[in-house]
């Protein structure tokens, strides 16, 4: 499974900006994908998650409201709409997968076998 995401770039405070993820490899009735982004110095987080079938849903509480996670089934595509940026919000953004979608690792990170390379957003105030 090979994952590249795209869409990163410099917004200002109170922007919006979409990221997204082609995925390929082949998909799976439980797949699941995920955002992960990292600041220097600071660990890997969560910011949200997705099951490729049912489209299920997963935030982390610093984004919930304010980003949205999607997928497009026929386009291998996963997609992170981001508004209402915040400075904190400046990081490399990864889309990772794996191929198990149990509810309860949805938001483990180390689960996700699959990454892809980063692409970097930059909030501006």
């Known amino acids: 499974v090979q994952l590249q995401a795209s869409g990163g770039g410099l917004v200002q405070v109170g922007g919006s900006l979409r990221l997204s993820c082609a995925v390929s490899g082949g998909t799976y009735n439980s797949f699941a994908i995920t955002w992960v982004r990292q600041t220097p110095g600071k660990e890997r987080e969560f910011v949200a998650a997705?099951?490729?079938?049912?489209?299920?849903?997963y935030y982390a509480d610093s984004v919930k409201g304010r980003f949205t996670i999607s997928r497009d089934k026929y386009k291998n595509m996963m997609y992170l709409q981001m508004s209402r940026l915040k400075p904190e919000d400046t990081a490399v953004y990864y889309c990772?997968?794996?191929?198990?979608?149990?509810?309860?690792?949805?938001?483990?990170?180390?689960?996700?076998?699959?990454w892809g390379q980063g692409t970097l957003v930059t909030v501006s105030s």
């Open positions: 990772a997968a794996k191929t198990s979608a149990i509810v309860s690792t949805m938001r483990d990170i180390e689960s996700y076998r699959y």
């Open positions: 997705i099951r490729w079938n049912g489209g299920d849903t």
